[in-house]
């Protein structure tokens, strides 16, 4: 099994140009909330203290788990992402707006964006050789934020 420091290489080997990398910070957290989003708005029938249970919980239980397994510290930063993710979902559905509309609306504009992107790249995008690569390009840039503010992976 590759080591995380590993998959962050091979996904930063496919990222090089400046516009492409402008381009994944703004399209690889809307695609990750979009998905968090799109999962929260499948209920499930179960409640706990008033918090009735989605999809998106039990997903990113896993999505954790995967996270911590390559590093843990990017795991705690993923994971404060994923809470922040649910924050926003649960706000949005509060006040009356469609979750899961508006997350299908972020996810196709943020993949056309990723796709301009990987063509300014000239280069095919990561997922398309392994699809744990879409779990790492938001380790990728979690693991930007940790190197600026001296946190190693």
């Keep these: 099994m590759k080591t995380m420091q590993q998959w962050l290489d091979e996904y930063g080997s496919h990222h090089q140009n400046g516009i492409n990398k402008i381009i994944h910070w703004i399209c690889v957290p809307l695609i990750f909330f979009s998905v968090v989003g799109l999962l929260y708005s499948v209920k499930i029938q179960y409640v706990v203290f008033e918090f009735r249970f989605?999809?998106?919980?039990f997903a990113l239980v896993f999505v954790m788990l995967y996270y911590q397994k390559l590093s843990v510290p990017l795991s705690f930063g993923m994971f404060l992402f994923s809470i922040l993710c649910l924050f926003f979902c649960n706000l949005i559905e509060i006040?009356?707006?469609?979750?899961?509309?508006s997350s299908i609306i972020i996810f196709v504009a943020a993949w056309i964006g990723q796709f301009i992107g990987h063509k300014i790249e000239g280069q095919k995008p990561s997922f398309l050789d392994d699809l744990q690569f879409l779990l790492i390009g938001p380790a990728w840039l979690?693991?930007?934020?940790?190197?600026k503010i001296g946190v190693k992976i």
């Design 95 to 101: 006040n009356g707006y469609k979750l899961w509309l």
């Design 142 to 147: 979690m693991s930007f934020i940790y190197k």
């Design 54 to 57: 989605n999809l998106a919980v």
